[in-house]
């Protein structure tokens, strides 16, 4: 079953705080952005105030290139809250900017028994209210159809 964005599950949106906001809006610009150590460039995610590397407090919001890798991931069949649809895959990501640099998520706009781990993926934005979502689709090579 292809999943696609449009037609995603409903989905819980986060509580927006000065720390994060940077991250849950930057999609709206159609990037996606993680905390970054001026000082030694190391990224942050979830976004804290100190660099876990260095112990900088010199942290501020960078762009990333969106492109990542599936680490892992599970199909959900089963739809355990109203509004949502299954089948959906729930997967941990992992940004190609740094080892480590993960984030859970969904992979759409292919079918569920399509996902694999090492998969190329790439980010896409969800817009719900003031919030940009990111998900991943598959990063296919261009001229392949999806």
Not at 103 to 122: A, H, M, P, R, Y
Request: with cysteine.
């Amino acid at each position: 079953m292809r999943v696609d964005c449009l037609a995603s599950p409903r989905r819980d949106l986060p509580a927006l705080n000065e720390r994060n906001r940077f991250f849950w809006q930057s999609g709206e610009a159609g990037v996606l952005r993680f905390s970054q150590c001026n000082a030694c460039g190391y990224f942050i995610h979830p976004s804290a105030p100190i660099c876990a590397q260095c112990r900088s407090r010199d942290i501020t919001p960078a762009e990333v290139s969106g492109r990542a890798t599936v680490l892992t991931f599970t199909i959900n069949r089963h739809a355990w809250q109203a509004g949502l649809e299954a089948p959906f895959v729930v997967a941990i990501v992992e940004m190609e900017e740094q080892e480590g640099l993960r984030l859970t998520t969904n992979i759409v706009n292919c079918s569920v028994e399509d996902v694999f781990i090492g998969q190329s993926v790439k980010v896409l934005f969800d817009h719900r209210e003031d919030v940009w979502l990111p998900l991943f689709e598959p990063d296919l090579p261009s001229g392949d159809a999806k």
